[in-house]
Structures are given as C-alpha cells and as structure tokens.
C-alpha cells in the first residue's frame, strides 16, 4: 500500500506572513504550532484536499500553488508535504486548533529557535523564511 498523503498548507498574506495554527492534540505536540493541514482522502488531489482542510480547519478559501520543496517520511504509511496556498475567501478563525498567528520571518525563526514548531514543519523553515525575507 503506498503511503498517505498530510497536506500542509503554507499559507501567506500580502504583507509576507506566514500564518501558523497552534495544536490542541496530541500531547506531544500539543501547544506547539503548525502549518495547517490534514490527511488527504485515497486518490484525493494533494490540492483539493488543501483547500478542504483549511476550509474545515481555518473556515477560509485558499488558492493553492507549488508544493514545497521537501517532504517528511512520518512513519511506514504517513508522508507529510507542504503547498503554498493564499486566502481568497473569509478571514481564518481556528476551529480546530487553539490559536492562530500571522509572523514575520524574524517571528518565524525565533519560533524555531524557542523550538515552539512541530518537529516536522521546521524542514520547511529555511524555504519559508527565504521566501517571507524576499519581499
Ligand atoms: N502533521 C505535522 N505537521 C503538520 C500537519 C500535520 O507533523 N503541519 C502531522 C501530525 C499527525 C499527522 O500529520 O501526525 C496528521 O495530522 P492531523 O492530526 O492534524 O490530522
């Protein structure tokens, strides 16, 4: 059986922030912040299962672009991808998570630095930081 998919959705403001979601579960990883994201449906688009999951999760539209450049092996069965993605409809309220945050690459890598990311997502922080840096 091929793995399943997580989509994380790197999402970016005009301003160049980056907006991150602060878990509830599980405890490990509880209180540490995320890109927002899900597991994908079998044989659902990496992109439309993006746009699904921020709809549940952030209560928004989002127009989805490239994937980023690294994946994460999170077990045998789950592989963790990462696309950008910007809001077209409705401002993000955290239905599933605790809270939500827009930063700046400086907040980003301080974030990174208090180790207040999920271990998985910080693969991504050189890219996230390079691209919120080159406005
Ligand atoms: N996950 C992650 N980083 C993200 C989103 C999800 O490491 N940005 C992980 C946490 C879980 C799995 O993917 O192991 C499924 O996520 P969820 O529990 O949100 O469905």
Redesign the pocket.
């Known amino acids: 059986m091929s793995p399943r998919i ?1 989509v ?1 959705g790197a999402v970016t403001s005009v301003d160049n922030r980056l907006l991150l979601a602060q ?1 509830r ?2 405890a490990t ?1 509880a209180g540490l912040w ?6 994908a449906e079998d044989d659902e688009d990496v992109k439309f299962a993006l746009r699904r999951e921020l709809r549940e999760e952030l209560d928004v539209g989002v127009e989805v672009g490239e994937r980023l450049a690294e994946t ?1 092996a ?2 045998d069965d ?1 592989t ?1 991808i ?1 696309l950008w993605a910007r809001i077209t409809d409705g401002v993000p309220r955290p239905v ?1 998570h605790s809270r939500l945050r827009w930063v700046t690459a400086e907040e980003l890598d301080k974030m990174v630095a208090g180790h207040q990311l ?4 910080t693969v991504w922080v050189p890219e996230l930081s390079g691209v919120l840096r080159r406005a």
């Open positions: 997580v994380a878990r579960y599980p990883v995320e890109l927002p994201g899900g597991k994460v999170l077990s789950l963790l990462a599933e999920v271990p998985a997502d």
